[in-house]
T-cell receptor, first 114, second 110 residues
């Protein structure tokens, strides 16, 4: 069974640009969640999707958005990039988050904003 | 809103000794707790979990303790090995939500 796949692995952008990150969950998993990891801040929750619906959202500005497709694949978009958006963005999938199910993480997309 | 807190950013222990990592949570809706381990340039991987109906769960060298009244959990690693050196994240789950702490970097010295 393939794991969680995130693309691209690395990304370099400049301030003001926008970026789209992609995540393919484990086959059969319907919940996809996104996290931002920065040094000292741990894993900050961005949002969670289940069956194409956003169920939960963290405390991030509206520049951060996401969506989930009917095949459970998910994308997140960051518009008008700022230097502080440089981070490792992690996607995780589960059969259903918050129901005693563990998350399976991808290797992440390392975003650098110059 | 820091619903899950790991107040020790780093911990250093000698090989063979016990490592104790701590975690506190604030939301009473959380009823399932997990520990993840993360190496550089990799995603976190699941280590061990505990349901709120238990106060202890053991898996080999790893034991997680839960004190519901104090909203506190801890991970014990005995004996610690150099390969255990990584960042450990505590997570709390419930009500279609899962939140993580900031992580504790464990260094096990040979």
């Amino acid at each position: 069974k393939a794991g969680v796949t995130q693309t691209p692995r690395y990304l370099i952008k400049t301030r003001g640009q926008q970026v789209t990150l992609s995540c393919s969950p484990i086959s059969g998993h319907r919940s996809v969640s996104w996290y931002q990891q920065t040094p000292g801040q741990g894993l900050q929750f961005l949002f969670e999707y289940f069956s194409e619906t956003q169920r939960n959202k963290g405390n991030f500005p509206g520049r951060f958005s996401g969506r989930q497709f009917s095949n459970s694949r998910s994308e997140m978009n960051v518009s008008t990039l700022e230097l502080g958006d440089s981070a490792l963005y992690l996607c995780a999938s589960s059969s259903d988050i918050g129901t005693n199910e563990k998350l399976f993480f991808g290797s992440g997309t390392q975003l650098s904003v110059l | 809103d820091q619903q899950v807190k790991q107040n020790s950013p780093s911990l250093s222990v000698q090989e063979g000794r016990i490592s104790i990592l701590n975690c506190d949570y604030t939301n009473s809706m959380f009823d399932y707790f997990l520990w993840y381990k993360k190496y550089p340039a990799e995603g976190p991987t699941f280590l061990i979990s505990i349901s709120s109906i238990k106060d202890k769960n053991e898996d080999g060298r790893f034991t997680v303790f839960l004190n519901k009244s104090a909203k506190h959990l801890s991970l014990h690693i005995v004996p610690s090995q150099p390969g255990d050196s990584a960042v450990y994240f505590c997570a709390a789950s419930g009500n279609n939500d899962m939140r993580f702490g900031a992580g504790t970097r464990l260094t096990v010295k040979p």
